[in-house]
C-alpha cells in the first residue's frame, strides 16, 4: 500500500472465527491505540487506521491471531520526478538549473536529485556529478566540449529513482579557457598590414576589441580561428591607430597589446613629434583629386613641408608649431584656392563660423595616449552636459558642441599641463530673415579673396543692379542690399561663387521695426 505523507490507510482482516487475543505489529512492534491508531473489532472482521501518515510510519504491517500471521509484504517506493524546471543565469560558459520537489512525496523521503546533460544529436546521457544534487538548484561549468545541450533531472530516494523530467530547450555552452600564448604589441608601417594572434587553454569563441570598439571581419579586418588559435589582422593600419589598444576576450580570460604605427620616407623611419589640429564642422569642401599637383602656399610664397594624402583628403602638417609659423596659407589646384586655418603662434588660434543649430567641433592632439585636457569657454572650465561632451579617439580629444546656438560664440582653449591651444567660435549665422514692410534687407558673405566675384539669384533667377536691389563689394565681403522690401521680395536666395552656394531665405512681414540683417559665412573654411 502507498499513501502520500498526513493520509489516511486502513487494513482490514477477517477470520473464520473470531478471537479475544488477536493484534497488530509494524516492523515487528506491536500497536497500541494512540490519537493516530485506532484499532476496531466488529465481528470477525478486525480492522487497523492510520491517521496522518508520516514517513516513519513506512514498512511492514501484520495481523497475528494464535498462530495465523498475514502481513503486507515489503515493497520499494521511487519517488515522483520533479516539477517546473527554471534557466537562470546563463552565461557563455554556464547554466543554473533550478526546479521543484515533487507534489506529493512518498512515504520514503527524497534523498537527492540526478542531473544529467546530452549534446544536441547525440544519443547517450552523461550525468554533470558523480553523485546527486542535495538541493533543488545547480550550476552546470566546466564543459569539456563547446556544443548546444539538453538537460534532463530526476529525483533519488532509498527504494529508486524517478522518471525523467526534461528541461526544455538547447543552449549553447562553450568550455572555461586560460591564455597559453597571449597578445604581443605590434608595429607597423601605414597601409601595410597589421596581425594579433593569442592561443587559449581549451576549444571556445572569442571577440576583439580596438579601443574597446567591437570589429568583426568585413574590408578593414580578417577574425579567424583554428581549434584554440584566434587570429586578427588589420588589413591596412592608418596612423589613426598608432597606440591603439587591441584586446582579446574569450573563455573568461582576456590578453591585451598595444599597436605602434610608423611612417617611413625613403626607407627611413620617421619620429612624430606633437601635432595640434583644429577642425570645424562648419561647411566641409570636398576637392576631387586624381593625379594632379597640389602646391602649398604661405602668405603667397610656395612652402615645402609634411603634407598627408588619406583618400581625398590633402593635409599639410606643421611639427612643433612656432610664432614664426604664423600667417596665411592656402592650398592651390590649378585656379582652385582653399585656406586651411592658420597657425598664431604658440597658442594656436584658429576663429570659426559656425551654423545655427549645426555641430561644431574642436579637435587637439597629445602625445601620450595617457594624457587628460581641460576644455575652457571664456576662461571657465567646461563639463558634460546635453549639448557639450569631450571625446578621446587615441591621441586626439575632443570638445563636441550639439546644436551650436549665439551663446556658444566665444574663446575656447584645450589645455595639458603649461601648454593652451585656442580656439575662436564666432557669432553663428542666420539662414532665414525676416524683414518689415518698406524696410531694408542685407545679405552678406564673405570670400578669401578681395578680387573673387559672387553671382546673387532668387528664386534660381540671376539678380542684377536695379533702383531697389544693388551689389556691394568692401574687401572680402559681398552684400545683397534690398531698397524698401515689398512682399514680392519674398523667397530663397544664394550667393554663388564657383561650384560653392550660400542660401538665405527673406520673408516679409508686417510693419514691425526691423532695420537691418546682417548674414555672415566663410566661403573659404573646412
Not at 552523461?126 to 544534487?133: G, I, Q, R
Not at 598664431?344 to 585636457?373: H, M
Request: glycine share 6%; proline share 4%.
Amino acid at each position: 500500500t502507498v499513501v502520500p505523507v498526513s493520509d489516511t490507510v486502513i487494513f482490514c482482516v477477517e477470520l473464520e472465527k473470531p478471537v479475544d487475543d488477536a493484534y497488530w505489529t509494524r516492523n515487528g512492534e506491536r500497536l497500541k491505540e494512540d490519537s493516530r491508531i485506532i484499532i476496531a473489532r466488529i465481528n470477525r472482521q478486525y480492522t487497523l487506521t492510520i491517521r496522518e501518515c508520516t514517513a516513519e510510519d513506512s514498512g511492514e504491517v501484520a495481523f497475528i491471531a494464535h498462530d495465523c500471521k498475514t502481513s503486507t509484504p515489503p515493497r520499494k517506493h521511487p519517488p515522483d520526478p520533479p516539477l517546473e524546471p527554471v534557466v537562470r543565469n546563463k552565461t557563455d560558459s554556464s547554466i543554473t538549473l533550478c526546479w521543484s520537489p515533487p507534489d506529493s512525496e512518498r512515504p520514503v523521503p527524497i534523498t537527492g536529485y540526478i542531473v544529467e546533460r546530452r549534446k544536441v544529436g547525440a544519443q547517450t546521457w552523461v550525468k554533470v556529478t558523480s553523485t546527486s544534487v542535495s538541493s533543488t538548484e545547480y550550476t552546470i561549468s566546466e564543459i569539456s566540449e563547446e556544443a548546444s545541450y539538453q538537460f534532463r533531472i530526476s529525483a533519488v530516494n532509498d527504494f529508486g529513482q524517478s522518471a525523467y523530467l526534461e528541461v526544455p530547450g538547447t543552449f549553447y555552452l562553450e568550455p572555461t579557457a586560460s591564455v597559453k600564448t597571449g597578445l604581443v604589441n605590434c608595429s607597423a608601417h601605414v597601409g601595410e598590414e597589421a596581425t594579433f594572434t593569442v592561443e587559449l587553454s581549451a576549444v571556445c569563441s572569442g571577440s576583439w576589441t580596438i579601443n574597446d570598439r567591437m570589429i568583426r571581419s568585413g574590408t578593414e579586418y580578417l577574425i579567424t580561428r583554428s581549434k584554440t588559435t584566434h587570429t586578427l589582422v588589420i588589413r591596412e593600419v592608418s596612423i589613426e591607430l598608432n597606440g591603439a589598444q587591441v584586446k582579446f576576450v574569450g573563455g573568461g580570460s582576456q590578453s591585451v597589446s598595444t599597436l605602434s604605427v610608423v611612417w617611413m620616407k625613403n626607407g627611413k623611419e620617421l619620429r612624430m613629434g606633437k601635432k595640434y589640429e583644429a577642425t570645424s564642422v562648419e561647411r566641409k569642401r570636398t576637392l576631387t583629386v586624381h593625379n594632379v599637383d597640389l602646391k602649398w602656399f604661405k602668405d603667397g610664397k610656395h612652402k615645402t613641408v609634411h603634407m598627408e594624402s588619406k583618400g581625398k583628403s590633402r593635409q599639410l602638417v606643421l611639427e612643433n608649431v612656432q610664432k614664426k609659423d604664423a600667417g596665411e596659407y592656402t592650398c592651390e589646384i590649378g585656379n582652385e584656392k582653399q585656406e586651411p586655418p592658420a597657425a598664431a603662434g604658440e597658442r594656436g588660434e584658429e576663429g570659426f563660423k559656425v551654423a545655427a543649430s549645426q555641430k561644431a567641433t574642436l579637435d587637439c592632439e597629445v602625445t601620450d595616449l595617457k594624457t587628460e585636457v581641460k576644455w575652457f569657454k571664456d576662461g571657465k572650465q567646461l563639463s558634460s552636459s546635453k549639448t557639450v561632451h569631450m571625446e578621446s579617439k587615441g591621441k586626439s580629444r575632443q570638445l563636441v558642441l550639439e546644436n551650436v546656438e549665439k551663446k556658444d560664440a566665444g574663446e575656447y582653449t584645450c589645455e595639458v599641463g603649461n601648454e593652451k591651444l585656442a580656439f575662436k567660435i564666432l557669432d553663428s549665422y542666420q539662414k532665414e530673415v525676416k524683414v518689415a514692410a518698406s524696410q531694408k534687407a542685407t545679405l552678406s558673405c564673405e570670400v578669401s579673396d578681395p578680387k573673387t566675384e559672387v553671382k546673387w539669384f532668387k528664386d534660381g533667377k540671376q539678380l542684377s543692379s536695379s533702383k531697389t536691389v544693388h551689389m556691394e563689394s568692401k574687401g572680402k565681403i559681398r552684400q545683397l542690399l534690398l531698397e524698401n522690401v515689398e512682399k514680392k521680395d519674398a523667397g530663397e536666395y544664394t550667393c554663388e561663387f564657383g561650384n560653392e552656394k550660400l542660401p538665405f531665405k527673406i520673408q516679409v512681414t508686417g510693419m514691425e521695426t526691423i532695420l537691418d540683417f546682417s548674414i555672415w559665412f566663410s566661403l573659404t573654411k573646412k
